[in-house]
């Protein structure tokens, strides 16, 4: 079940060629995306999913996307949709064809895969990778592009395809200062008593939507939260550890390069306490 | 004036679309590519250019390329272009449609733009900008997939696009220890008396193919060659400063970070020597 909608609201057949061989995705990469998770019908962080759209397309210097018509193609692809609870909303907006100068919209009603789940429940075993940039670059090198969501993620499979090699199934990224970067999909959290932490944009990395509502629920539940650099080695000595993503939700690491994290019924109450959080606010 | 061909060799019309959606090419950015110059209708380094597809390929953990059925495939293209003495013919191999594990592959002869030729003989204003990479990452960091040319060229896209905001037209990466490492789709080559010199590709970068065809012939003229790190101050006081690529092949770069560079009559015909030099190989 997918259903495949252009940014007009035309449904067309996914299973169709769509795309010229000359579109900039399919030569350069070049082009930017959004993955929203949406439950019942209803989409999670829309609003925020198409203001971080809009920041990626503004620092790839593209036209800004349209957000209304974003809106009613989204909720095209809601209506159509017939593949049970959950849907992953891929919204993907190409620089399109060579010299055109028009971009390629279109969003994907996606279903979320049992792997998903899987991990979602089962936690994950995660390998810290270099990614090979100093944590002050973004403010000084921005055509490096160190924080939009673009097409461009060759890296980012390459990095979770060098975990499975190594028995793990998840990346943590990490600068050359040693301190932690992200996920390759996703944001990394932590727990030190009763304060969320998080790495800070500034750092390169993508600003989290899930991060950031989880944040606010937790704000809202009386928690302290704190973005600010996290040093690899505070990885080992937390109350929690998750990588957080749009579909994927809250995820538990359970192992940290080839190591069993600390496990008790205190962090597993923490977890599902931050999961109940979470998810409250879209009750 | 284009031709499409897929690595069948069938011919297929390259306005109609050909990639679906969920190709990783427009997905993720996940494949390779090659570009080939072809003049009257003969390509340049075919097989060079063909093992460096392989690589980048290997690189990617992609399946192997069937190399004879591409070389039918660029015959294809050849055979059918109407276009001009000059023609680019690019490769371009996708990991396919995501979950069906079969690459998408597919060959393109495009025209050279009026706006390469002009480059190509009126040479380069050319900045220096961070790759943000330290050159010795290469080796420790694989997942970083430095040195394999994959289809995620968005950075390199916005290089260029920060370089024309600046008032130039291209742009030499530069390494965190001040060396020099490449163009985002050339190879730097400078002319020290009569040595040429180039980064070595352990730093991260691409394997140039006609900085390799150009070396090779050098040689057979009895220049010496080395590749080897270059640092940045090197730049500035040369007797020759070029970006090679494939189709706009050896380019002088006559302005460096907004100041113009030395010029003469003996630079000059240093520039034509080194050009006729390349070109003897291909008659």
């Known amino acids: 079940m997918t259903v495949l909608a252009l940014l007009d609201g035309t449904i067309v057949d996914h299973t169709a060629p769509l795309l010229r061989v000359d579109d900039l995705a399919v030569q350069r990469g070049d082009g930017v995306f959004e993955t929203i998770m949406v439950v019942d019908g ?15 397309a503004a620092l790839l210097d593209m036209p800004p996307p349209d957000l209304a018509a974003w809106e009613r193609c989204a909720q095209v692809v809601l209506d159509a ?9 891929k919204l993907v907006y190409s620089r399109g064809v060579e010299g055109e100068g028009r971009p390629t919209a279109f ?18 075993s995660v390998i810290t990778l270099e990614r090979g940039y100093a944590a002050d670059l973004q403010e000084r090198a921005p055509w490096l592009l160190l924080g939009a ?13 060098h975990a499975e090699r190594n028995d793990a199934q998840e990346v943590i990224f990490t600068a050359t200062d040693g301190t932690v970067l992200e996920g390759p999909t996703s944001t990394v959290v932590i727990a030190q008593g009763r304060t969320l932490r998080t790495p800070p944009p500034s750092s390169g990395i993508l600003p989290g939507t ?17 973005v600010e650099p996290l040093r690899i080695e505070e990885l080992w000595d937390t109350d929690g550890l998750w990588l957080v993503s749009s579909v994927r939700l809250i995820t538990r690491v359970h192992t940290l390069d080839g190591k069993t994290l600390p496990d008790d019924e205190q962090r597993a109450a923490l977890h599902r306490e931050i999961t109940e959080l979470f998810e409250s606010q879209y009750v």
Chains 1, 2 share one sequence.
């Open 42 to 56: 209803r989409p999670r962080e829309l609003g925020p999913h198409l203001d971080r759209l809009a920041r990626s």
């Open 81 to 89: 949709w017939r593949g049970g609870r959950e849907m992953a909303l």
């Open 107 to 124: 969003a994907m009603g996606l279903p979320v895969g049992p792997e998903t789940i899987r991990k979602r429940n089962e936690g994950l």
């Open 149 to 161: 969501k673009t097409l461009s993620y060759a890296v980012n499979m390459a990095a979770l395809r």
């Open 210 to 226: 899930t991060q950031g509502a989880l944040f606010r629920a937790a704000e809202a539940a009386g928690w302290n939260t704190k």
